[in-house]
Antibody, heavy 122, light 111 residues
């Protein structure tokens, strides 16, 4: 059974960089059939896709966040990470890591981490 | 403002049927497969439907999905109190900068 677990600081100061790591167990980030994604959900609001990374290192980011986002992968640790720079209170959210299963037909997020709340405040 | 439009809330009695709509455009639903997610209170979203109408292993056949043109629909029959949750549709948007988009979510209340 694939499991994903987010880790990182729960409190970040405005203008600083938010950094989170997702550790994958029961599966490999080196598998060619999946994209490894970050998705966030502000309190009381809906889901927003942040971006994904493929095991090769290729990435795709939400255009609205692209200038501030970096997603990287460490295949030796079976982890992938998110960095979001110049954060403001609007970046306060529960951050989820998820696996996007890519097939010939389409794709979907078949496994999710439990989520971690990151609050931006001084 | 979400790219995909869902009703904010729907409600029905236990045992009844409910449908949740998801409206988009030719750049997203019209040319891509739709998936649906169930988010129970305080938990992470869970995949309910993928490729418009397929159910992952373990999802009961009370849940169904369909797509027509630029709209998709999630159906739930035999409603149970445990179905009370937020439901989200999602798909790729193949615009100038391809990215994944979600609906704003629909809160299902089982009266």
């Amino acid at each position: 059974q694939v499991q994903l677990q987010e880790s990182g600081p729960g409190l970040v100061k405005p203008s600083e960089t938010l950094s989170l790591t997702c550790t994958v167990s029961g599966g490999s980030v080196s598998s060619g059939s999946y994209y490894w994604s970050w998705i966030r959900q502000p309190p009381g609001k809906g889901l927003e896709w942040i971006g994904y990374i493929y095991y090769s290192g290729s990435t795709n980011y939400n255009p609205s966040l692209k200038s501030r986002v970096t997603i990287s992968v460490d295949t030796s640790k079976n982890q992938f990470s998110l960095k979001l720079s110049s954060v403001t209170a609007a970046d306060t959210a529960v951050y989820y890591c998820a696996r996007e299963k890519v097939e010939e037909a389409g794709s979907s997020f078949d496994y999710w981490g439990q989520g971690t709340l990151v609050t931006v405040s001084s | 403002q979400s790219v995909l439009t869902q009703p904010p809330s729907v409600s029905a009695a236990p045992g009844q049927k409910v449908t949740i709509s998801c409206s988009g455009s030719s750049s997203n639903i019209g040319n891509n497969y739709v998936s649906w997610y169930q988010q129970l209170p305080g938990t992470a979203p869970k995949l309910l439907i993928y490729d418009n109408n397929k159910r992952p292993s373990g999802i009961p056949d009370r849940f169904s999905g369909s797509k027509s043109g630029t709209s998709a629909t999630l159906g739930i029959t035999g409603l149970q109190t445990g179905d009370e949750a937020d439901y989200y549709c999602g798909t790729w948007d193949s615009s100038l900068s391809p990215n994944w988009v979600f609906g704003g979510g629909t809160k299902l209340t089982v009266l």
